[in-house]
């Protein structure tokens, strides 16, 4: 078993910054595809970015020059820097972890965390 705790949603003007942090623990050796999805009113969850196993990255196109993802390994985290942040970002942020990359990126992934919501005001 893998868990997965985020932290650092909240609310924001327009134009604004916020990072994401996901911590893991448990079983974390079989994790090799981690990611963030979000998920607004109303809509699907989507895809934001993500690792692939081979360390590449991944990332939706509406977040694309705006989000960055990056991980430290030492201490287990996955963080998702959010920069020039829009109304349309308004959702709540997933961390996601797998073993296969495939099935993350199709939203089967195995282990999620709880969520954290992120309110971008305009």
């Known amino acids: 078993q893998v868990q997965l705790v985020e932290s650092g949603g909240g609310l924001v003007q327009a134009g604004g910054s916020l990072r994401l942090s996901c911590k893991a623990s448990g079983s974390i050796f079989s994790i090799s595809a981690m990611g963030w999805y979000r998920q607004a009113p109303g809509k699907q969850r989507e895809l934001v970015a993500a690792?692939?196993?081979?360390?590449?990255?991944n990332y939706a196109d509406s977040v694309l020059g705006r989000f960055t993802i990056s991980r430290d390994n030492a201490k287990n985290t996955v963080d998702l820097q959010m920069n020039s942040l829009k109304a349309e970002d308004t959702a709540v942020y997933y961390c996601a972890a797998d073993p296969r990359y495939d099935r993350l990126a199709a939203g089967g992934a195995i282990y999620w965390g709880q969520g954290t919501q992120v309110t971008v005001s305009s």
């Open positions: 690792f692939t196993p081979g360390g590449s990255t």
